[in-house]
């Protein structure tokens, strides 16, 4: 296998324009440069990157003329890289993040050289303290976010997914907007075969942060959970798993409004058709099972 040719996406919606620049700086600076950069403006004008900030590679920048959420950013960024045709690994970074160490790419390239069923990377993500909050370590519970290996999930925030395994499960599930988008890309992943490899050395340092701060968090995280399971478990498993999350989430939230807007959402979830369904293997729920995250919960 020859070595993998390393793309990296960032979308943005323009509201964080010196974070973009700092972010594309911190890529400028890695000791392997990517072959291309994509830059998606989701809903807004983009300025001009290239020559301001010297990046490396061939820059694109690709203007959409609405916001169409974190997956069909990121799918507008895939489709422009398929056109092109010369990239293997595309590297997804949240436009409010930073690559504070400079071998970020090249430790992924490396990664996916060493094997060829290697689909997803997910990196670590800590804030400006080193500290990473425990809903960023994709395991059950309290674990150590410094120990890697192959887990059944990854971050949206900083991630590698290689070209061959999207041309094979398909992209972003655009419809879900934000929320729950990686776990169906990550279901989907395994499902095929794909390997998901937590690889806490590549650090992605980013603010601390609450998924809450979105105003339209509640709703989307309970119909996109819905979605989720209907769209990927068999069906004896799709009460159970919604099931758990409606009592995780009676018991976890103290907010009558965004109880209120939870289950609003998952009435949506039912209500509004999910999507395309192809459930996952009852293998596939054993296999992620045993590496610690059973899709039950």
């Not at 690709?62 to 489709?79: D, F, K, M």
């Not at 059950?140 to 949206?156: E, R």
């Amino acid at each position: 296998m020859g070595t993998p040719r390393i793309a990296v996406a960032v979308v943005t919606m323009g509201n964080r324009p010196a974070e973009v620049d700092a972010l594309l700086e911190s890529v400028a600076k890695q000791d392997v440069a990517p072959a291309r950069i994509v830059i998606v403006g989701n809903g807004c004008p983009l300025p001009e990157f290239a020559r301001r900030l010297s990046l490396p590679g061939e820059v694109t920048t690709v203007e959409l003329e609405e916001n169409l959420g974190c997956p069909g950013g990121r799918n507008a960024a895939i489709a422009r890289l398929r056109e092109f045709g010369d990239v293997d690994v595309v590297v997804e970074l949240d436009d409010d993040g930073l690559l504070v160490d400079a071998d970020v790419l090249r430790r992924v390239r490396e990664l996916y050289a060493e094997d060829e069923r290697l689909g997803i990377v997910g990196f670590r993500i800590a804030d400006e303290s080193g500290e990473t909050q425990q809903r960023h370590v994709p395991r059950v519970g309290k674990s150590d976010p410094m120990k890697g290996g192959y887990v059944t999930g990854f971050l949206g925030g900083g991630h590698g997914l290689r070209m061959a395994m999207l041309d094979e499960i398909g992209d972003w599930p655009a419809a879900f907007f934000f929320a729950h988008e990686e776990t169906d890309l990550a279901w989907r992943a395994a499902d095929a075969g794909w390997r998901i490899l937590y690889a806490p050395e590549l650090l992605l340092q980013h603010p601390k942060t609450s998924p809450a701060r979105h105003a339209i968090y509640y709703r989307v995280n309970a119909r996109n959970r819905v979605w989720l399971a209907r769209r990927r478990l068999p069906l004896p498993l799709i009460p159970v798993h919604l099931g758990v999350w409606v009592l995780l989430t009676l018991l976890r939230n103290r907010s009558v409004a965004g109880l209120r807007a939870w289950f609003g959402g998952f009435a949506e979830g039912l209500r509004e058709p999910a999507g395309e369904r192809h459930a996952m293997r009852w293998r596939t729920v054993w296999r992620l099972t045993r590496l610690g995250r059973p899709p039950v919960i």
